[in-house]
């Protein structure tokens, strides 16, 4: 277990109201990784980070807003939620491994926006 | 930005029976990754590829990093019930530096 947790599990809010979600490692991992996924698109990155303060945009990241203050914490804003980002929503960490690295998932935030 | 390509969308099988799937990109990847999902929980590392022609087994689980750089294959064995899950590939190119590409997922159906 790489000591990954997410919160909330789940979210019901509405249109236009912002929304924050956490991602909480205990691994003092360096890469954090928010990840969305849709039926038909598989998991879609949003943004990442690759330290403290230090981010970077994904490929789906219009709407969206994070923030790394510390190690532990990646959070995920969406300042004003849309129908559209209704979708489960993962964190990741990079994780070593023998050979080389791979990336470990939280259980996810599922998020309905209404 | 780079989609990879996986094969078959969905399968359903017998218990018992050899499983195949693939994963194809128009770009040259220095990682695969194998990732199986179960419903409510993320996906979880079933095996990782790095090196080309590398073929890796986990179980009843073999993949292989193909030789062009560009696909690579998960393969299961004598299938069972809780195999069931949705499968993914995910690779990384050389110039993405630590992002990840996933495949749009194979959703497998084992029968008793």
């Known amino acids: 277990d790489a000591g990954i947790t997410q919160s909330p599990r789940h979210k019901v809010t509405e249109t236009g109201t912002p929304v924050t979600l956490r991602c909480h490692q205990t691994?003092?991992?360096?890469?954090m990784y928010w990840y969305r996924q849709d039926p038909g698109h598989g998991l879609r990155l949003i943004h990442y980070?690759?330290?403290?303060?230090?981010?970077d945009k994904g490929e789906v990241s219009d709407g969206y807003s994070v923030s790394r203050s510390k190690t532990e914490d990646f959070l995920l804003t969406l300042e004003s939620a849309t129908s559209s980002q209704t979708s489960v929503y993962f964190c990741?960490?990079?994780?070593?491994?023998?050979?080389?690295?791979?990336?470990?998932f939280g259980s996810g935030t599922r998020l309905t926006v209404v | 930005g780079q989609q990879l390509n996986q094969s078959p969308q969905s399968m359903f099988i017998q218990e018992g029976e050899d499983v195949s799937m693939n994963c194809t990109s128009s770009?040259?990847?220095?990682?695969w990754l194998w990732y199986k999902q179960e419903p409510g929980e993320g996906p979880v590392l079933l095996i990782a590829?790095?090196?080309?022609?590398e073929l890796t087994s986990n179980g009843r689980l073999t993949a292989q990093f193909g030789i062009t750089r560009k696909d690579s294959f998960l393969n299961i064995s004598a299938s069972i019930p809780s195999d069931v899950g949705i499968y993914f590939c995910?690779?990384?190119?050389?110039?993405?530096?630590?992002?990840?590409?996933f495949g749009e997922g194979t959703q497998l159906t084992v029968n008793p």
């Open positions: 590829l790095y090196k080309a022609g």
């Open positions: 980070s690759y330290g403290v303060k230090d981010t």
């Open positions: 990741a960490i990079r994780i070593s491994l023998d050979k080389n690295y791979g990336y470990t």
């Open positions: 995910a690779g990384r190119e050389e110039t993405s530096g630590s992002r990840l590409t």
């Open positions: 691994e003092n991992h360096r890469y």
């Open positions: 770009s040259i990847f220095n990682t």
